[in-house]
C-alpha cells in the first residue's frame, strides 16, 4: 500500500458525460501528479500539483481539467467523454517537486461506452 | 522528452536466476531515474531509483546500474521469485521537470 488513494476504482459512463476522479496523497507529500495509461500509450503524464497550485502540464486535453484543494487532495476532471478517454487514471504524490520519487495510487478504471 | 524505452517487451526468466531488465535512455540532461514494477490490476510501485552523481545503487534483491556514457540504466534483480512477475518500466526527470516520462515497460514472467 503506497498511502495514496483514488476513488472511485470502476467508473463506466457514456460519450458526452462528465467524471470527476479523486486522488488522497500520502500524508505529507504536497505534490500530487496524474497520469493516463491506456494499452497503446503506456503511461502519460497529465498533469502536476504542489501545494495547491498547477506547476506543469503534459499531453492533457482542454476537455480535462485538475485541482489541488488547501487539504491536498485532488481532482480530475474529465469532461465531453470521447471513448478513446478509455484508460487507468492515477495519481501520484511526492514529498516535493522534480527529483523525488513518486508513489502511485491504485488507478481509476474509466470505461467510456 | 518522451525519450525513455526498454530493449526487450518481454523477458522470462527461471525462478532462482538473475533477471536484468535494460533501459536506454535519449535525453542527456536527465538526472534522476526511477525503477517501477506494475502488477495486473494495480498501480505501479516504486523500486528503486538512483540520480546521476551515482553509477550503481544496491537496494533489496535489487541493484540499478547507470551508465552515462551510453545513457543506459539497467534494473538487476537477484534470485527472480514468482511473486516478481510484473511489468516494469524505468521513468526518468530532467532538472526542474516536474514529470517523469516513462518507457513502455518489460514484461517479467518469470517460469516454476
Known amino acids: 500500500d503506497s498511502g495514496v488513494t483514488q476513488t472511485p476504482k470502476h467508473l463506466i459512463t457514456a460519450t458526452g458525460q462528465r467524471v470527476t476522479l479523486r486522488c488522497s496523497p500520502r500524508s505529507g507529500d504536497l505534490s500530487v501528479y496524474w497520469y493516463q495509461q491506456s494499452l497503446d500509450q503506456g503511461l502519460q503524464f497529465l498533469i502536476q500539483?504542489?501545494?495547491?497550485?498547477?506547476?506543469a502540464k503534459g499531453n492533457i486535453l482542454e476537455r480535462f481539467s485538475a485541482q489541488q484543494f488547501p487539504d491536498l487532495h485532488s481532482e480530475l476532471n474529465l469532461s465531453s467523454l470521447e471513448l478513446g478517454d478509455s484508460a487507468l487514471y492515477f495519481c501520484?504524490?511526492?514529498?516535493?517537486?522534480?527529483?523525488?520519487?513518486?508513489?502511485f495510487g491504485p488507478g481509476t478504471r474509466l470505461t467510456v461506452t | 522528452g518522451e525519450s525513455v524505452g526498454l530493449h526487450l517487451p518481454t523477458l522470462s526468466v527461471q525462478e532462482g536466476d538473475n533477471s536484468i531488465i535494460n533501459c536506454a535512455y535519449s535525453?542527456?540532461?536527465?538526472?534522476?531515474f526511477i525503477w517501477y514494477k506494475q502488477e495486473s490490476g494495480k498501480g505501479p510501485q516504486f523500486i528503486i531509483d538512483i540520480r546521476s552523481n551515482m553509477d550503481k545503487r544496491q537496494g533489496q534483491r535489487v541493484t540499478v546500474l547507470l551508465n552515462k556514457t551510453v545513457k543506459h540504466l539497467s534494473l538487476q534483480i537477484a534470485a527472480t521469485q514468482p511473486g516478481d512477475s510484473a511489468v516494469y518500466f524505468c521513468a526518468e526527470n530532467t532538472p526542474y521537470d516536474y514529470k517523469l516520462s516513462f518507457g513502455a515497460g518489460t514484461t517479467v514472467t518469470v517460469r516454476a
Open positions: 501520484a504524490s511526492s514529498v516535493a517537486g522534480a527529483g523525488y520519487e513518486q508513489y
Open positions: 500539483y504542489y501545494n495547491g497550485e498547477e506547476r
Open positions: 535525453n542527456s540532461a536527465s538526472d534522476y
